[in-house]
């Protein structure tokens, strides 16, 4: 069973500060890795995409990938009250030919006023 | 990004009744569509991979028969739950695949059987 582990939170962070959110995966073949956010009540809404070893950013988002140790983080610099939601990591494992994803059960991310 | 419709967003219907939802791609050709089920509280559920001009592929569990996918353009892929009863009511969710594996999601259509 190819696996996407990540901690249901919920992650508390207060306005202003970084939050940092993990997840890793079981399949060391996965090439591809998604971050999605997931407002209460809609569906999921893409942020990024990191398919290379090292940092991708866009804005106040970071993503971060280490193959080696079958590892993905989501960092939010600066976080506001409107990034409150549910964040899911997910990932195409390999040998995949119908472009399936493997999506974590989510970590719920609560940024204080 | 891409942009992915869903309609109904809200549907409401009698145990028995046969329920249609439809995602459209937008703004892109989507060779491949997902579709997801979600229950209160709990995580994405894939149903099935449509794809277009093709049988859809059901996952491990969920009745074909019950969930009728049809995929008939590059653009257009319905659900159709047959038959739906009071266990069926879910938030239902599409997608589309964009560029290799990235998918964008549908806004959803909530579905009350009564």
């Known amino acids: 069973q190819k696996e996407v582990e990540q901690n249901s939170g919920p992650l508390s962070v207060p306005e202003g500060a970084i939050a940092s959110l993990n997840c890793t995966y079981s399949?060391?073949?996965?090439?591809?890795f998604f971050w999605y956010r997931q407002y209460s009540g809609k569906s999921p809404e893409l942020i990024m995409f990191?398919?290379?070893?090292g940092d991708k950013e866009d804005g106040r988002f970071t993503a971060q990938l280490n193959k080696a140790s079958q590892y993905v983080s989501l960092l939010i610099r600066d976080s506001q009250p409107s990034d409150s939601a549910t964040y899911l990591c997910?990932?195409?494992?390999?040998?995949?030919?119908?472009?399936?994803?493997?999506f974590g059960k989510g970590t719920l991310l609560t940024v204080n006023p | 990004g891409a942009v992915v419709s869903q309609h109904p967003s809200w549907v409401i219907c009698k145990s028995g009744t046969s329920v249609k939802i439809e995602c459209r791609s937008l703004?892109?050709?989507?060779?491949?569509m997902f579709w997801y089920r979600q229950f209160p509280k709990q995580s994405l559920m894939l149903m099935a991979t449509?794809?277009?001009?093709?049988?859809?592929?059901?996952e491990q569990g969920v009745e074909k028969d019950k969930f009728l996918i049809n995929h008939a353009s590059l653009t257009l892929s319905t659900l159709t739950v047959t038959s739906a009863h009071p266990e069926d009511s879910s938030f239902y969710i599409c997608?589309?695949?964009?560029?290799?594996?990235?998918?964008?999601f549908g806004p959803g259509t909530r579905l009350l059987v009564l």
């Open positions: 997608s589309a695949r964009w560029q290799q594996e990235t998918q964008y």
């Open positions: 399949d060391r073949g996965s090439q591809s």
């Open positions: 990191i398919y290379s070893n």
């Open positions: 997910a990932v195409n494992p390999s040998g995949g030919s119908n472009y399936k994803l493997t």
């Open positions: 703004d892109f050709q989507a060779t491949t």
């Open positions: 449509s794809n277009e001009g093709s049988k859809a592929t059901y």
